[in-house]
């Protein structure tokens, strides 16, 4: 259920009568749970009056503003509580209603450029029938309190293009690569590894986590996920292999007798990395022996952002290097506009927040065909929907 709305009164003593038969018309409201009111008359002995009125008046979302003579007269009301809740109005903070009780010149003052209550901001006791114009005054507050509500429901939205960190783990999430999906898989079905290779923020990583999910169902293997950014050298690499593979940590010959039994294949994320100081020519070579073969313990899926061979130059004697000559290339290219329309319809299927068609154009020519960047402006402006 969704919490009461705080409604806050500020207003002269004077009024008290007509504070009381306007709280009395907002009833059907409190009785909604949609408003919670307070006034000062709700301060219990031995509280702090001031300290009161002021947690209510900076916690209220809407503060009612019960404009007359005396309420213009007050210091107190005109300099320290309307003064502060024009802050907050115009902080979006909160919603400052000023209600019309009693004749009063208004020229000129800060309230005067808010819309006010109740129609042409005729004072409730000029009215020939007052108790039209106390409901014409609860007409207008029902109106706001449904708009901050709206407002407020939107924003618990979850943004639906997050992560932004682009990577993409929840199936039912993953997108416009089917194509790229099938023809990996495809590959390893024939006894191949494979090297996806595409530019960064293309969705490599989010093809490596759908190939870890189907593995074991579409292979038979046991997929093995190794992101090299947490890797810092070969040591790193052989313990976290190992540890994930469930053999004790070695390497060499005797790696290959405890993987021998196992069908795995292994995914490796950010393969750039093995360029680094602290990777050698023997872990790669050591994965080309565990990976060569039909009934070879791995198979290999690496993502890189160009191609094994020209990543890696320690070919020896001519030879290509020990990735490049394994592994099977996977081009992964751009989208097109076409698939840029769907990923952002399918984002906002359902959902009361929805880009006008201008706005799509644009994150379509912003994005250049990159999955990420196409993420990045619908969560920007997602989230702009959500705060205006």
């Given at each position: 259920m ?11 003593h ?9 709280e ?5 409201l ?10 000062d ?11 009161r009125?002021d ?8 503060i009612?503003?019960l ?6 007269a007050?210091d ?30 208004c020229?000129?003052?800060?309230f ?19 108790d ?6 609860v007409?207008?507050i ?10 407020k429901?939107?924003r618990?939205?979850k ?9 993409v ?7 416009g ?11 390893l079905e024939?006894?191949?590894?494979v090297?996806v290779i595409?530019?960064?923020?293309i969705?490599?990583?989010?093809l490596?986590?759908?190939v870890?999910r ?5 292979l038979?293997?046991?997929p093995?996920?190794?992101?090299l950014?947490?890797?810092e ?23 290959k007798?405890s993987?021998s039994?196992?069908?795995?294949v292994l995914l490796?994320d950010?393969?750039?990395?093995m360029?680094?100081?602290?990777f ?6 050591q ?6 073969g ?11 952002g160009?191609?094994?061979?020209r990543?890696f130059?320690?070919?020896q ?6 990735l ?14 076409r698939?840029m ?8 299927r ?9 706005e799509?154009?644009?994150?379509i ?5 990159y999955p ?16 205006r």
């Open positions: 969704t919490s009461p709305l705080s409604l806050f009164y500020s207003y002269s004077q009024d008290e009568d007509l504070r009381d038969r306007l009395t018309h907002l009833a059907t409190k009785r909604q749970n949609l408003i919670q009111q307070w006034h008359r709700k301060i219990l002995p031995g509280e702090q009056w001031a300290g009125i947690e209510n008046l900076e916690s209220a979302e809407i009612l503003l404009i007359s003579s005396d309420f213009i007050s107190y009301c005109f300099e320290l509580e309307m003064t502060r809740a024009i802050e907050r109005h115009k902080a979006k903070e909160a919603i400052v209603i000023p209600i019309a009780l009693r004749p009063a010149d020229t000129g003052l800060p005067a450029e808010i819309q006010g209550l109740p129609k042409n901001f005729k004072p409730v006791t000029t009215w020939d029938n007052q039209e114009a106390f409901l014409n005054v007409t207008g029902r109106a706001v309190v449904q708009r901050i509500q709206e407002r429901a939107v618990s939205l943004n639906p293009f997050e992560p932004l960190s682009g990577r783990d929840d199936p039912m999430q993953f997108f690569r089917d194509r790229e999906l099938q023809r990996i898989f495809e590959l024939s006894r191949n590894s090297a595409g530019d960064r923020e969705g490599k990583s989010s490596l986590r759908a870890y189907d593995c074991q169902t579409r038979g293997r046991v093995i996920y190794l992101d950014n947490s890797i050298s070969d040591e790193d690499f052989y313990e976290e292999l190992c540890h994930q593979a469930g053999v004790a940590t070695c390497q060499g010959a005797r790696l007798r993987l039994a196992k069908r795995l490796l950010e393969v750039e990395k360029t680094w100081q602290g050698t020519h023997g872990l790669r070579s994965l080309r022996g565990l990976a060569e039909a009934d070879a313990p791995l198979r290999l899926v690496l993502a890189a160009s191609s094994l061979d990543l130059s320690d070919g004697d001519g030879m290509t290097s020990p490049a000559g394994i592994c099977l290339e996977e081009r992964v290219g751009k989208w097109g506009d698939e329309g769907e990923f952002l319809a399918r984002k906002l359902g959902l009361p927040i929805q880009f006008t068609s201008e799509i154009e644009r994150l020519e912003e994005s250049g065909g990420k960047r196409l993420m990045r402006g619908g969560y920007e402006l997602f989230r702009q929907y959500q705060y």
